[in-house]
């Protein structure tokens, strides 16, 4: 049996871009098991809508914002389930060749929830301010302005903490 060329131009896309798509969500929501479910979830609606998504300027941004966006609908049908309580948080497991550094993970933690989301785009993804503003539905200023304060947070939350003395 043939594939369409559809299909064979979305296989291509999804080899080309899963790891970039569910780091980049791993970074926000910061659980792994919880990002892949929802990286699947929205690779599976690209591929239904295949047509539209590739010829979204970002069709990487579209995945991630699906992604995040069924992130956010599965947590509001979650917490009328359960109170969350961060210590049962499972142990990360992560593959090795995914994995983003511990303590940019802690740092990006630290960050509001727009503030990861412009980092992840910007930075993971390499969108331009342009891109990031409409995949976000804001203005490129308030992408710019959500950056320098992640980027000076991170910048602080990253930075050594032991100084040396110079040498004589």
Same mark, same amino acid.
């Given at each position: 049996?043939? %594939?369409? @060329? %559809?299909?064979?131009?979305?296989?291509?896309?999804? %080899? *080309?871009?899963?790891?970039?798509?569910?780091?980049?969500?791993? =970074?926000? &929501?910061?659980?792994?098991?919880?990002?892949?479910? &929802?990286?699947?979830?929205?690779?599976?609606?690209?591929?239904?809508?295949?047509?539209?998504?590739?010829?979204? @300027?970002?069709?990487?941004?579209? !995945?991630?914002?699906?992604?995040?966006?069924?992130?956010?609908?599965?947590?509001?049908?979650?917490?009328?389930?359960? =109170?969350?309580?961060?210590? #049962?948080?499972?142990?990360?497991?992560?593959?090795?060749?995914? +994995? !983003?550094?511990? #303590?940019?993970? +802690?740092?990006?933690?630290?960050?509001?929830?727009? +503030?990861?989301? &412009?980092?992840?785009?910007?930075?993971?993804?390499?969108?331009?301010?342009?891109?990031? =503003?409409?995949?976000?539905?804001?203005? @490129?200023?308030?992408?710019?302005?959500?950056?320098?304060?992640?980027?000076? =947070?991170?910048?602080?939350?990253?930075?050594?903490?032991?100084? *040396?003395? @110079?040498?004589?």
């Amino acid at each position: 049996m043939d %594939e369409k @060329p %559809e299909d064979e131009d979305f296989a291509a896309f999804y %080899e *080309q871009a899963r790891a970039d798509c569910l780091r980049a969500v791993y =970074a926000v &929501v910061g659980e792994w098991s919880l990002a892949e479910d &929802v990286t699947a979830e929205a690779f599976a609606r690209a591929y239904a809508s295949w047509r539209k998504v590739r010829g979204h @300027p970002a069709p990487r941004a579209w !995945v991630v914002r699906t992604a995040l966006n069924t992130h956010v609908s599965w947590w509001r049908r979650r917490r009328r389930e359960v =109170a969350w309580d961060p210590s #049962h948080d499972a142990e990360d497991r992560t593959p090795e060749h995914l +994995q !983003v550094d511990r #303590h940019v993970m +802690q740092a990006l933690k630290t960050l509001s929830g727009r +503030q990861r989301e &412009v980092v992840v785009l910007r930075i993971f993804l390499d969108l331009d301010t342009r891109t990031t =503003a409409r995949v976000l539905g804001v203005t @490129p200023g308030t992408v710019m302005t959500h950056l320098s304060r992640a980027l000076a =947070a991170l910048g602080t939350a990253l930075a050594p903490t032991t100084r *040396q003395e @110079p040498a004589k």
